[in-house]
Structures are given as structure tokens and as C-alpha cells.
């Protein structure tokens, strides 16, 4: 039961961390005021204002029972109300008014009809207290007259509600300004750490992030700043020393070509100078798989710009692109050319034509690229995107490189917060979608 209820207030409450510290903060202000309103409502105010209506339709009845047994010094009565209590009394034989001017939802409407219906009785009255500012209007029929009254508001209901409330709401609204203030400056560093993260996460270079707020969201956020430049280093470190590997190993592989195309045995030169060109491309496709992190800035990038760019790049009729309005994304443009550049190209190595269509949703942009190939089986999607593997059948990603293609891929559309997937054109080829946030 209690686990079913945690679910239920997971599902209701914010889901944000200054929401959550507002509603700490604010909640308990908010009920208190609550209850002293509540408290003040039922003990005091209700029952100042019954006393007060009471004592007001006592006095109503005074005048209706002089009225009927006292007629000759009704003047001097009605006179001394006026001086005394600022009543305003008048009688006529007027029509008794058959639409009701009370209000349903007031309290002052509801204690003064309970009152006047306790001592006159249904359809013996008729009072108005919207119809006038500062005076309530009430009408009591008394045999074949109309006894008219106007008292003044005050002996209806006291005066001092709109105070209460006054003083109870408005300290309460600063304080929670003042919470609101605050937990911005609390929360903002929060903030700034977790996009400092996000971007961190996609790749980009976070040079630019400073500790700020409370003693431990400093430390958190001081130790995210070395941890990020301790993986900077490390990149950096082993980029330089995968350019030294490929310096110092290009040098003899470029000494056994020379040897080999120097022998008489022209089978062996030219079977042993495959197994050299081999050891080249598996080189710089690791080479490439490495420059994938390497440091480059995150920029705007006009996805329908870079794919005119890789048009051109190709210069290939059998490569048919659609273009929407432009889509604008952050992104680092080199790893993300490479990455579309290596798809089409195995598309065109392994069918006849490629079609890559861009789409646009509310936050994401999509590039579905197809091709006529013969495909991949389903059961070797997954695989296919791990470093070094080579798919043996029909097609192979791999035929001209060492299996690191769409890892590379991959790699570069994960770091951007993206995602590839794999399925069955309507080519009755391989279909790449690719999904990027904006």
C-alpha cells in the first residue's frame, strides 16, 4: 500500500529540484496560513458575524411589532433609529419584489437569510446586499405594508475580514518571493553543472566552467572539472601517440615497398605488397577511429549546407538527396561529415544508389539514408557497429577497410546525444537512420 502511494506521489510531484525545494518551503507557509484562516473563519469571524446579524434582525422586529401596535409615534421612532443607528426607514404599500437579490455563495447573504427567516418566515422578506456599497436593503411585510430599511453594512458583517486577510495573505507572498529568489541563486549552479555535463558528454571541449554556489555543489562541480580535463588529457595524450605510431610505422612499411618491388619473384612481391596495404588501411582506419574525440569545437552547423558540401565532395549521379528548410543543430562538422560521407560511401560501394532523405520533428532532426544493396541480416545489426568486425556474406561493410566504419559512425552520433539504427529499406536495401537533437 505505502509503495503504491510513493508511485502515485512520484507521478503528481515536479520533477525538477527547485520545484521540488519550492513546494518544501512553500508548502508548509501555505498550510499554516491555511488553518489560522480556517481557525479564524469558523471560531471567530462566523460567529462575530451570526451574533451581529442576530442583533440587527432583533431590532428589525422591534420596529415591525411598534409599527403594528404603536402607529401615532412611529415619526419620532423612526427618527430616533436614524440619529442613533443611521437607519433609514421607509413604508409603503408597494409591491413586495418576487426576484430574490441575495447572493447563493456569500456568507454575509447566508447568515442574514438564516436570521430572517428564523423570526419572519418564508416570503416575508427580501434584502440586497450587492445593491449598494455600504448599506444592505431589506424588506419585511407586515400585513398590507412594506417596511423598507437601510442599515448600514457594518451591522451585518464586520469590517475587519478584508484586514485579516490582508495581513495573512501578503506576508505570505513575500516569503515565498523571497524562497523563489533564493532557490534560483541555490539551483542555478545545479543547472550549470549539468549542461556543463551534457555538453561534456557529446564531445564538446568544457573550457569555460566555473564552481559556483553552496560548499557542496562547489566540490561536485571541482571535481567534474578535473575529471573532464584528466579525460582531456588522456585523449590528447593518446592522439599524440597514435601520430607517432603512424609516423614511425609508415617509414618501414614504406622501405618494404621499396625492397619488394625490387625482387625477381614477382607472385611473392605482389601477394607480400597486398599484405602491406592491408597493414596501411588497417592503420589509417584506426588512426580515424581515434581522431573521433579528438578536439574540435561544437558549432552551428546547417545540415542541408554540409550535405550540398558532401554532394559536391562526391560528384556522384547515383547519390539523390532531399532538402527541407534549413535545420540547424550543434555539432562538431568535421566528425559528422566523416560520419554521413562513410555511410554513403558503403552505399555506393555495395548497391547502385543512395537516397537520403532529411526530416524535421518538433526537437530532433532525422537523415534516413537507403540504399538498392543486398542489405544486412537483422540477427548482425548490433554487430556490424563493433570496432574491427567483418561481416563474411553477401555484402560486407568491411570489404575495403577493417571493420571500423560504422563504429566511427556510431561513436560520432552518440557523443552528439544521437542514436543509429539499422532496418530494411524500401530499397530492399540497408537503411541508416540517424537521429540528432537540436
Known sequence: MFFGFNKILKVILPKRLFYRALIIVAAPTILLQFIITIVFYDSIWIKANKNTT?????QLKTIEEIYQNDKKNLDFFTDSYKNNFDFEIGINQNEFPAISGERKFSPMDRSLRRELKSTFGNNNYWFSTSKFKNAVEIKIK?????????VPKEMVSASSVRLFVLWTTLPSIVLVIIALIFLKNQTRPLVKLAKAAERFGKGDYVND?????AQEI????????????RINRHLNQRSE????????????????????????????????????DEME????????????????????INLNKLFREITKS???TN????????????GRPTALKRSFENIIQNGLTYGKKVFVQLQKTSNRAMIIIDDNGPGIPEDQYKNVFKPFFRLDKSRSLNKSGVGLGLAIVEDVINSHGGNVQLAKGQFKGLQVKISLPF
Do not use: C, W
Open 209 to 213: 566552467f566555473r564552481p559556483s554556489g
Open 54 to 58: 442576530r442583533s440587527l434582525v432583533a
Open 218 to 229: 562547489r566540490k561536485a562541480a571541482y571535481e567534474f572539472d578535473r575529471m573532464a580535463k
Open 241 to 276: 601517440m597514435l601520430s607517432g605510431i603512424s609516423h614511425d610505422l609508415r617509414t618501414p612499411l614504406t622501405r618494404l615497398k621499396l625492397q619488394l618491388a625490387m625482387l625477381n619473384q614477382k607472385d611473392l612481391s605482389k601477394n607480400m605488397s597486398k599484405d602491406i
Open 142 to 150: 407586515s400585513e398590507n405594508d412594506v417596511i423598507e430599511f437601510l
Open 281 to 300: 588501411k588497417m592503420l589509417n582506419d584506426y588512426l580515424q577511429f581515434a581522431k573521433t574525440q579528438a578536439q574540435e569545437k561544437t558549432i552551428e
Open 319 to 330: 547519390l539523390e538527396i532531399s532538402y527541407l528548410d534549413d535545420i540547424i543543430l550543434k
Open 314 to 316: 562526391f560528384n556522384n
